[in-house]
C-alpha cells in the first residue's frame, strides 16, 4: 500500500533562512510525488511535482523539491522563507496515474520575522 | 493552473437533514473526481473517487448510502451528507484531476466546505 509520512508537525525558521520540509513515501511502483500548500480554512495549492526526469523540479513560490529514490525522499526546499510561506504543507504520492493521491499527515511551518 | 470552484463554503445544518456539496472544474473537464475529508490538523482522508457517468468507489469505511456521490457531466460533481449528525461535522474537500501532457496529470481542489452539524 502507498503511504506518505512527514515526521515533522512544525517547522520553524527565521525570515530569510533556507528551510526544508521533510518527506518519504512508500509505493510498490514508481512514485508520483506531489507538494501542496494550504492556508487556514481553504483548500489545497498545488506547488511542484515529480513524475520523471531531474532529481531537483521547481515549483511555485520559489519552492523546490529533490527526489532522492534510495532514501524514498522529496524533501521540500526553499533557500530563503518569507513570512507569508507560513502554512500547512503536505506532501503526496500515489503510484500510478489513475489512482488519487495519499497525503502525509501535514508538517505546519512557521517563519518568524 | 485549473480552477476548481466548490460552494458552499461553509453550512450550518440541523442534526437529520441532508446537505449538498457542488464541486465543479471552472475550466476542464474532469472525467474523474476526488472527495476529501479532513479533521483538524489532520490530513485529507480520501473518501471516494467519483468518476463521470459511474458510480463512485468508495474507500474502506466510508458509508456509500451516508455520503452521496454524482458525478452527472465532465464539470460537476457533488457529495451529500445524508441524515447529517454531528460527528459528520468536518471539512470536505473536492479534488478534480486535470490531464497534462505526457499522459500525466494533476489533482487540483476545491476551498473546501466546512459542515456544521448542530
Known amino acids: 500500500a502507498q503511504s506518505v509520512a512527514q515526521p515533522e508537525d512544525q517547522v520553524n525558521v527565521a525570515e530569510g533562512n533556507p528551510l526544508t520540509v521533510k518527506c518519504t513515501y512508500s509505493v510498490s511502483g514508481n512514485p508520483y510525488l506531489f507538494w501542496y500548500v494550504q492556508y487556514p480554512n481553504r483548500g489545497l495549492q498545488f506547488l511542484l511535482k515529480?513524475?520523471?526526469?531531474?532529481?531537483l523540479v521547481k515549483g511555485s513560490y520559489g519552492f523546490e523539491a529533490e527526489f532522492n529514490k534510495s532514501q524514498t525522499s522529496f524533501h521540500l526546499k526553499k533557500p530563503s522563507a518569507l513570512v507569508s510561506d507560513s502554512a500547512l504543507y503536505f506532501c503526496a504520492v500515489r503510484d500510478k496515474a489513475g489512482t488519487a493521491l495519499i497525503f502525509g499527515k501535514g508538517t505546519t511551518l512557521s517563519v518568524s520575522s | 493552473g485549473a480552477v476548481v470552484s466548490q460552494h458552499p463554503s461553509w453550512v450550518i445544518c440541523k442534526s437529520g437533514t441532508s446537505v449538498k456539496i457542488e464541486c465543479r472544474s471552472l475550466?476542464?473537464?474532469?472525467?474523474?473526481m476526488f472527495w476529501y475529508r479532513q479533521f483538524p490538523k489532520q490530513s485529507l482522508m480520501l473518501m471516494a473517487t467519483?468518476?463521470?457517468?459511474?458510480?463512485?468507489?468508495?474507500e474502506q469505511g466510508v458509508e456509500k448510502d451516508k455520503f452521496l456521490i454524482n458525478h452527472a457531466s465532465l464539470t460537476l460533481s457533488t457529495l451529500t451528507v445524508t441524515s447529517a449528525h454531528p460527528e459528520d461535522s468536518s471539512f470536505y474537500i473536492c479534488?478534480?484531476?486535470?490531464?497534462?501532457?505526457?499522459?500525466?496529470?494533476?489533482?487540483?481542489f476545491g476551498a473546501g466546505t466546512r459542515l456544521s452539524v448542530l
Open positions: 479534488s478534480a484531476r486535470a490531464l497534462q501532457g505526457q499522459g500525466y496529470n494533476i489533482q487540483y
Open positions: 515529480y513524475i520523471t526526469g531531474d532529481n
Open positions: 475550466d476542464f473537464q474532469a472525467t474523474t
Open positions: 467519483s468518476n463521470e457517468g459511474s458510480k463512485a468507489t468508495y
